[in-house]
Protein backbone atom coordinates (compact mmCIF):
# COMPACT_ATOMS: atom_id res chain seq x y z
CA UNK A 1 0.00 0.00 0.00
CA UNK A 2 3.19 2.13 -0.02
CA UNK A 3 1.95 3.47 -3.64
CA UNK A 4 -1.08 5.45 -1.62
CA UNK A 5 -0.67 9.22 -0.31
CA UNK A 6 -2.41 7.67 3.22
CA UNK A 7 -1.90 4.14 3.65
CA UNK A 8 -4.77 2.82 6.00
CA UNK A 9 -3.65 1.03 8.76
CA UNK A 10 -3.86 -2.96 8.16
CA UNK A 11 -6.65 -4.41 10.72
CA UNK A 12 -8.76 -7.13 11.48
CA UNK A 13 -10.42 -7.70 14.70
CA UNK A 14 -12.48 -11.24 14.64
CA UNK A 15 -14.09 -13.31 17.29
CA UNK A 16 -14.74 -17.35 16.28
CA UNK A 17 -15.28 -20.52 17.88
CA UNK A 18 -12.99 -22.07 14.55
CA UNK A 19 -9.62 -22.71 16.52
CA UNK A 20 -6.74 -20.71 15.22
CA UNK A 21 -4.04 -21.08 17.73
CA UNK A 22 -3.16 -22.31 21.65
CA UNK A 23 -4.13 -19.18 23.12
CA UNK A 24 -7.29 -18.85 21.61
CA UNK A 25 -10.50 -18.17 23.97
CA UNK A 26 -13.04 -20.15 21.47
CA UNK A 27 -16.78 -18.18 23.27
CA UNK A 28 -19.11 -20.88 21.67
CA UNK A 29 -16.89 -23.24 20.27
CA UNK A 30 -16.85 -25.11 16.65
CA UNK A 31 -18.10 -27.88 14.33
CA UNK A 32 -20.16 -30.41 16.21
CA UNK A 33 -19.10 -28.77 19.84
CA UNK A 34 -20.52 -26.06 18.80
CA UNK A 35 -22.69 -24.48 21.28
CA UNK A 36 -25.73 -22.30 20.46
CA UNK A 37 -26.56 -21.41 23.60
CA UNK A 38 -24.03 -19.84 24.49
CA UNK A 39 -24.40 -17.36 21.58
CA UNK A 40 -25.62 -13.99 22.12
CA UNK A 41 -28.75 -13.48 21.72
CA UNK A 42 -28.75 -11.03 18.50
CA UNK A 43 -26.76 -13.25 16.65
CA UNK A 44 -28.59 -16.70 17.71
CA UNK A 45 -31.80 -14.57 16.12
CA UNK A 46 -30.10 -13.84 12.79
CA UNK A 47 -28.66 -17.88 13.09
CA UNK A 48 -32.89 -18.53 13.50
CA UNK A 49 -33.75 -16.08 10.82
CA UNK A 50 -31.25 -17.96 7.91
CA UNK A 51 -32.65 -21.28 8.92
CA UNK A 52 -36.16 -20.17 8.09
CA UNK A 53 -35.42 -18.57 4.66
CA UNK A 54 -37.66 -20.53 2.32
CA UNK A 55 -35.60 -22.98 -0.37
CA UNK A 56 -32.93 -23.94 2.19
CA UNK A 57 -32.07 -26.93 3.97
CA UNK A 58 -29.18 -26.89 6.38
CA UNK A 59 -27.69 -28.85 8.68
CA UNK A 60 -26.27 -27.99 12.43
CA UNK A 61 -24.55 -24.64 12.75
CA UNK A 62 -21.06 -25.55 12.62
CA UNK A 63 -19.27 -21.96 13.12
CA UNK A 64 -19.85 -18.29 13.32
CA UNK A 65 -17.05 -15.85 13.18
CA UNK A 66 -17.55 -12.15 13.73
CA UNK A 67 -15.58 -9.58 11.89
CA UNK A 68 -15.03 -6.02 12.79
CA UNK A 69 -12.54 -3.81 10.30
CA UNK A 70 -11.72 0.02 10.48
CA UNK A 71 -9.94 2.87 9.53
CA UNK A 72 -10.93 1.95 6.12
CA UNK A 73 -9.30 -1.43 5.45
CA UNK A 74 -11.71 -3.98 4.37
CA UNK A 75 -9.15 -6.05 2.10
CA UNK A 76 -9.43 -9.95 2.75
CA UNK A 77 -7.27 -12.07 0.77
CA UNK A 78 -9.06 -14.72 -1.57
CA UNK A 79 -9.40 -18.16 0.50
CA UNK A 80 -11.89 -21.37 0.36
CA UNK A 81 -12.88 -21.33 4.25
CA UNK A 82 -12.42 -24.73 5.82
CA UNK A 83 -13.93 -27.72 4.83
CA UNK A 84 -15.36 -28.37 8.66
CA UNK A 85 -16.73 -25.28 8.41
CA UNK A 86 -19.38 -27.26 6.11
CA UNK A 87 -21.26 -26.71 3.01
CA UNK A 88 -23.28 -23.73 3.45
CA UNK A 89 -21.34 -20.17 4.31
CA UNK A 90 -23.33 -17.23 4.69
CA UNK A 91 -22.18 -13.34 5.30
CA UNK A 92 -23.79 -11.15 7.09
CA UNK A 93 -22.36 -7.80 6.61
CA UNK A 94 -24.08 -5.30 9.04
CA UNK A 95 -23.70 -2.19 8.86
CA UNK A 96 -21.96 -1.01 5.51
CA UNK A 97 -22.00 -2.01 1.98
CA UNK A 98 -19.50 -4.50 0.72
CA UNK A 99 -18.46 -5.94 -2.64
CA UNK A 100 -17.56 -9.74 -2.27
CA UNK A 101 -15.18 -10.90 -5.07
CA UNK A 102 -15.59 -14.40 -6.09
CA UNK A 103 -12.28 -15.83 -7.99
CA UNK A 104 -11.95 -19.02 -9.84
CA UNK A 105 -9.41 -20.95 -7.75
CA UNK A 106 -7.73 -22.54 -11.05
CA UNK A 107 -7.48 -19.36 -12.34
CA UNK A 108 -6.33 -17.32 -9.03
CA UNK A 109 -3.45 -19.72 -8.87
CA UNK A 110 -2.21 -19.54 -12.07
CA UNK A 111 -1.99 -15.62 -12.00
CA UNK A 112 -0.10 -16.27 -8.84
CA UNK A 113 2.25 -18.33 -10.54
CA UNK A 114 2.73 -15.77 -13.66
CA UNK A 115 3.05 -13.01 -11.46
CA UNK A 116 5.85 -15.01 -9.54
CA UNK A 117 7.54 -16.10 -13.14
CA UNK A 118 7.55 -12.46 -14.28
CA UNK A 119 8.90 -11.18 -10.98
CA UNK A 120 6.35 -8.68 -10.54
CA UNK A 121 6.40 -5.83 -7.82
CA UNK A 122 3.44 -6.71 -5.14
CA UNK A 123 2.96 -3.12 -5.06
CA UNK A 124 1.85 -2.59 -8.28
CA UNK A 125 0.47 -5.74 -8.83
CA UNK A 126 -1.84 -4.87 -5.52
CA UNK A 127 -2.69 -1.61 -7.29
CA UNK A 128 -3.49 -3.02 -10.60
CA UNK A 129 -5.76 -5.43 -9.33
CA UNK A 130 -7.63 -2.22 -6.32
CA UNK A 131 -7.70 0.02 -9.14
CA UNK A 132 -8.29 -1.29 -12.80
CA UNK A 133 -8.95 -5.11 -12.87
CA UNK A 134 -9.18 -7.94 -10.17
CA UNK A 135 -7.33 -10.90 -8.91
CA UNK A 136 -8.19 -12.54 -12.24
CA UNK A 137 -10.16 -11.83 -15.66
CA UNK A 138 -12.83 -14.54 -14.67
CA UNK A 139 -14.02 -12.76 -11.39
CA UNK A 140 -17.63 -11.98 -10.19
CA UNK A 141 -18.13 -8.60 -8.00
CA UNK A 142 -21.41 -9.77 -5.24
CA UNK A 143 -22.43 -6.60 -3.96
CA UNK A 144 -23.71 -6.91 -0.09
CA UNK A 145 -25.84 -3.92 1.05
CA UNK A 146 -25.95 -3.07 4.85
CA UNK A 147 -28.07 -6.03 6.47
CA UNK A 148 -27.71 -7.88 3.31
CA UNK A 149 -26.75 -11.59 3.06
CA UNK A 150 -24.61 -13.62 0.87
CA UNK A 151 -25.14 -17.83 0.80
CA UNK A 152 -22.26 -19.61 -0.72
CA UNK A 153 -22.58 -22.76 -1.46
CA UNK A 154 -22.10 -25.77 -3.99
CA UNK A 155 -19.15 -24.38 -6.37
CA UNK A 156 -19.48 -20.99 -5.07
CA UNK A 157 -18.24 -22.55 -1.88
CA UNK A 158 -15.51 -25.22 -3.07
CA UNK A 159 -14.30 -23.59 -6.51
CA UNK A 160 -14.40 -20.49 -6.13
CA UNK A 161 -11.86 -18.28 -3.85
CA UNK A 162 -13.82 -15.14 -2.13
CA UNK A 163 -12.56 -11.93 -0.56
CA UNK A 164 -12.18 -8.03 -1.14
CA UNK A 165 -10.38 -6.10 -2.70
CA UNK A 166 -8.14 -3.12 -1.32
CA UNK A 167 -10.04 -0.56 -2.93
CA UNK A 168 -9.05 2.48 -4.11
CA UNK A 169 -8.12 5.89 -2.72
CA UNK A 170 -10.23 8.98 -3.22
CA UNK A 171 -9.20 11.47 -5.83
CA UNK A 172 -9.08 14.19 -3.71
CA UNK A 173 -6.38 12.90 -0.96
CA UNK A 174 -4.44 12.22 -3.53
CA UNK A 175 -5.06 15.57 -5.32
CA UNK A 176 -4.53 17.08 -1.52
CA UNK A 177 -1.16 15.20 -0.61
CA UNK A 178 0.50 15.87 -4.16
CA UNK A 179 -0.50 19.72 -3.39
CA UNK A 180 0.94 19.62 -0.13
CA UNK A 181 4.09 17.65 -1.24
CA UNK A 182 3.08 14.40 0.49
CA UNK A 183 3.41 12.08 -2.33
CA UNK A 184 3.91 9.03 -0.96
CA UNK A 185 4.10 9.78 2.55
CA UNK A 186 2.18 7.30 5.58
CA UNK A 187 -0.50 7.70 7.39
CA UNK A 188 -1.11 10.30 9.95
CA UNK A 189 -0.38 8.70 13.53
CA UNK A 190 -3.49 6.72 15.39
CA UNK A 191 -5.02 4.11 14.01
CA UNK A 192 -7.48 5.79 11.32
CA UNK A 193 -4.75 8.29 10.15
CA UNK A 194 -4.91 10.61 13.31
CA UNK A 195 -6.62 13.60 13.88
CA UNK A 196 -5.16 16.23 11.26
CA UNK A 197 -2.05 18.19 11.57
CA UNK A 198 -0.38 21.31 9.81
CA UNK A 199 -0.13 20.19 5.84
CA UNK A 200 -2.39 17.30 6.75
CA UNK A 201 -5.89 16.28 6.04
CA UNK A 202 -7.60 13.40 7.99
CA UNK A 203 -7.75 10.55 6.60
CA UNK A 204 -10.61 10.23 4.11
CA UNK A 205 -11.10 6.06 3.56
CA UNK A 206 -11.25 4.32 0.70
CA UNK A 207 -13.89 4.12 -2.39
CA UNK A 208 -14.66 0.67 -3.92
CA UNK A 209 -15.87 -0.22 -7.19
CA UNK A 210 -18.78 -3.17 -7.79
CA UNK A 211 -18.32 -4.85 -11.93
CA UNK A 212 -16.09 -2.47 -13.19
CA UNK A 213 -13.43 -0.34 -11.97
CA UNK A 214 -15.36 3.56 -12.68
CA UNK A 215 -18.38 2.38 -10.63
CA UNK A 216 -16.98 3.87 -7.34
CA UNK A 217 -19.43 4.09 -3.98
CA UNK A 218 -17.83 4.71 -0.60
CA UNK A 219 -15.35 5.76 1.14
CA UNK A 220 -16.16 2.93 4.26
CA UNK A 221 -14.18 3.49 7.37
CA UNK A 222 -15.44 0.72 9.07
CA UNK A 223 -17.71 -2.57 8.93
CA UNK A 224 -19.21 -5.49 11.03
CA UNK A 225 -19.79 -8.46 9.58
CA UNK A 226 -20.84 -12.27 10.91
CA UNK A 227 -20.15 -15.36 8.79
CA UNK A 228 -22.91 -18.27 9.51
CA UNK A 229 -21.69 -21.68 8.64
CA UNK A 230 -24.24 -24.65 8.02
CA UNK A 231 -23.31 -28.35 7.64
CA UNK A 232 -25.66 -30.47 5.24
CA UNK A 233 -28.86 -31.60 6.79
CA UNK A 234 -28.26 -35.11 8.81
CA UNK A 235 -30.69 -37.31 6.71
CA UNK A 236 -27.83 -36.59 3.84
Given at each position: ?115 MLAFVDERDQIRRESEAGSWTSYD ?97
Open positions: MSYMSRPPPVNMLRVTGRPEHTQQRRPWGYGDELDESTLPPAIKAAADRIRSLPGLRLGRLRDVTVNYRHSGFLRLDPHVDPAADGENVFILSVDSPAVLTLSPVNWYRLTRWLALDVLIPPGGLAHLSGDARWKWHHGTRLGVEPPTAARAAARSGEGGGGASSGSGGGAATAGRRRFEGLMHWFGRPDALFGPTLERHSVVFAFGEPEDE
